[in-house]
């Protein structure tokens, strides 16, 4: 009798292992099924398939990254409707998934996390209200933050919480400008002495730390042209707080290398690229 049930124990494993791993199976095929959707951008039909991978096999962090990537590909910046805002939340929702379910898979960790970042920089784009947008702005620094922690040599998190402070800090110094009666083409620095210190105070050292974060990009990538024009905007709005004219010319001067820095990597890569051939036809 013991040794009866045992087998049939034995045999129920047998029968789950199997079921589990044709679940599996079935599981790989719709992701298949899925990925070939995604790429012909058929992103609703992709989501169906993905969904029905990620219920057959709960542990599976790609299809839930696809599902995930499908949803945040159907999102739309700045298109106010409640489908939309849907598409935002079921991305957010499924990524977050991700980082509780595979917090042992490194790869799908960064990936989500990179993508978490990447959608509340879309959303903070498509807000027409600068208090939403700068509100979005932080949430996505929290996560390229967290990525560049995750992935020291990711020089798209460095080159973007260097991007985020620019775009934190810019329209306040216009705001200070047109206050103060300044033109944007106007030279610095600022001309009142309080509204200056002031905005010191509570920009200085978020603006350092940006062009902290794009020194770190250029050290991943030097060749980082994009992070040279950044760069240069920093520098060129941190010379608004300059103590004195000289100080402001300096790192105007400063500001100006960088753009000819840029210029000059571009016209490198460029000259880098193959020539391309003129394509002729005997008839």
């Not at 702005?137 to 080159?159: H, I």
Request: hydrophobic content about 40%; aromatic content about 8%; overall charge neutral.
């Amino acid at each position: 009798m013991g040794r009866t049930r045992i087998w049939a124990g034995i045999a129920s494993a047998v029968l789950l292992l199997a079921s589990t791993g044709c679940e599996k199976l079935k599981a790989r095929d719709e992701l298949n099924k899925g990925v070939q959707a995604f790429k012909g951008a058929k992103y609703a039909e992709a989501v169906e398939h993905f969904k029905v991978s990620v219920d057959l096999d709960p542990t599976f962090p790609t299809a839930r990254l696809y599902l995930a990537t499908a949803y945040m590909s159907q999102y739309i910046p700045g298109a106010e409707s409640p489908e939309n805002a849907q598409m935002a939340k079921a991305a957010e929702d499924n990524f977050q998934k991700v980082l509780e379910t595979s917090a042992n898979d490194p790869s799908a960790v960064k990936l989500a996390t990179a993508s978490l970042a990447s959608l509340h920089y879309s959303q903070a784009q498509g807000q027409s209200n600068l208090e939403s947008k700068l509100k979005k702005l932080d949430d996505a620094r929290v996560w390229y933050d967290k990525l560049a922690k995750l992935d020291p040599q990711n020089k798209e998190a460095f080159y973007s919480l260097g991007v985020i402070v620019w775009a934190k800090w810019y329209p306040r110094l216009m705001e200070a400008r047109n206050k103060i009666g300044m033109k944007p083409e106007d030279p610095g620095p600022l001309k009142d002495k309080k509204i200056k210190e002031e905005l010191k105070a509570q920009w200085g050292s978020a603006i350092e730390e940006g062009v902290k974060d794009l020194e770190k990009a250029l050290e991943v990538d030097k060749e980082y042209d994009d992070a040279m024009a950044y760069m240069n905007l920093l520098i060129r709005e941190r010379a608004d707080l300059a103590d004195s004219p000289d100080q402001y010319k300096k790192d105007i001067e400063t500001a100006d290398g960088w753009v000819q820095k840029a210029l000059e990597t571009k016209k490198i890569k460029a000259a880098r690229q193959p020539a391309t051939q003129g394509i002729t036809t005997d008839k």
